[in-house]
């Protein structure tokens, strides 16, 4: 049985949250994210502000349903590389290199997407669909790591060495995504998290330009490190070695 077709004036619902959401991110690009209001956005648009309360109930959903899109966008990027790239390079640093390549060609996106407080226990449909969508993505960098790590294990720390609350938290996080890894190799995972995370974060707010105009090569670096962390190959995007 074919599917009914929406009809028009679900069209033109689909078509007006479209362009809401379509205003909203060339504020947010041309102006910043203090700039993005509920009335901004109805200006722009020739409506009244409580007419654009009929496809968002607040200021929050509709930053929410740009988060959401951002993510999707930014996943849908990185699996695009990932899938395209050749077969011989580790898909890890494929990930990492399309992540980058999506942050610094969308700064205020990006600033938008990981600036924006996860959703409440009251969150709405839409608040909660942006929590999704950035589980999906964080969940592209976890999965690959234990894929690593369950074809080829790699040196991990020695719980019994961590101070106790330390090795309790890593207990609980690995019991949250599933035992996909265990408490020791989700520390070395975080770590690595947190330092390719961070860097480009510092790139993308422009906190290095005191020292770096050129993050590029420090981000390599960063990456054959991992590498070496997972024991994988490193192929620079360079053309020449990073580390002795």
Known sequence: ?????????ERVREATFREIKDVARGILVQHGRQAVSVNAVARQ??????????????YD??????????FQELTADIVAAREEADRAVAPLLVMSRAMRKWAISHPQEFGLVFA???PSMTATKVESAASEAGEAFGRLFLDEVSAIWHSK???????DE??????????????QIGNVLPPEAAHVFLSCWIRLYGLLCMEVLQQLEFALRDV???YEECLE?????FGLEYGSSLGRPLLA
């Not at 049985?1 to 004036?9: I, K």
């Not at 648009?45 to 607040?58: C, H, N, T």
């Not at 959903?61 to 951002?70: G, P, V, Y």
């Open 1 to 9: 049985m074919l599917e009914a077709l929406p009809g028009r004036r």
């Open 153 to 159: 294990r790699f040196p991990v720390p020695d719980l």
């Open 162 to 175: 961590m101070a106790p609350a330390h090795a309790d938290q890593l207990r609980a996080y690995a019991t």
């Open 216 to 218: 590029e090569p420090f």
């Open 116 to 118: 924006s407080p996860l």
């Open 61 to 70: 959903e509709l930053i929410a349903s740009l988060t959401s899109d951002f």
């Open 45 to 58: 648009m020739k409506i009244s502000g409580p007419a654009l309360y009929r496809y968002f109930a607040s």
């Open 225 to 229: 490190q991992l590498c070496q962390t």
